[in-house]
């Protein structure tokens, strides 16, 4: 079995805040396996623990208790340095804000992650931008694009490195609905076209009956909803 073959598993992850001297037990004991080229989208109100999952799956914030697996191997019983290595070259991220760098064009912020990884992968930039549609943006900058074209960019940066995952926390919650949607196929057709694992926060619901599985997250725990 090839690494790329195992699933995302998350082990009784429990996470809390401290704030004000109350603790906010946001995680309180989430299980979760994700096979390899699954397209999974997380549901949950506002507060739930949405984004704060999707950052201890994807090893940017650590639980205080439990453990994630990637590819086979701990994501929090290593380094940090490892644990960032291991987010470059296996992780792609999509944010509701595309955090695009603004002083850099669409090419370079998507150069930028294989950058990171140490090659310039300038061919494959241009080639996924292409792919999104904006092979005639390749020297805009961010606030040369629309909404829609920003986030566009934000997912060929996240795919540059060829990742086996990919995260996005509410990718559409800043564009209207047919943006949203043309953004959402595009995701979707990068990962399937690909066999990328997808793991998609949103609060459309009619967005989250597009993926393989829905999940809804419910006082700190994984709730299954039937498709
Ligand atoms: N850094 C933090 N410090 C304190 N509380 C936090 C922090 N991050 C998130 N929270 C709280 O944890 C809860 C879950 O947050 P979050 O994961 O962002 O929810 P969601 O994405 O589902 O809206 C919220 O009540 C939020 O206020
Ligand atoms: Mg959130």
Known sequence: MSTTDQPLIARDVHRHYRLSGKDLHVL??????????????????????KTTLLY??????RPDAGDVQVLGRSLYHIAPK?????????????????FLLP?????ENVLLPSMIGGTRAEKRARELLER??????LDHLPTELSGGEQQRVAIARAIINDPAIIFADEPTGNLDAATGTGVIDMLMSVVSEDRKTLIVVTHDQELARRGDRKLVIQDGALVEEAG
């Open 103 to 107: 002083e850099l064009t669409a090419l």
């Open 28 to 49: 309180r004991g989430v299980n979760l396996v994700v096979e390899p080229g699954q397209r999974v989208f997380l549901c949950g109100a506002s507060g739930a623990g």
């Open 132 to 137: 999104v549609g904006l092979g005639g943006r």
């Open 82 to 98: 490892k644990r960032a290595e291991a987010r470059n070259r296996t992780m792609g991220f999509v944010f509701q804000h595309y």
């Open 56 to 61: 201890v799956l994807g090893g940017l914030e």
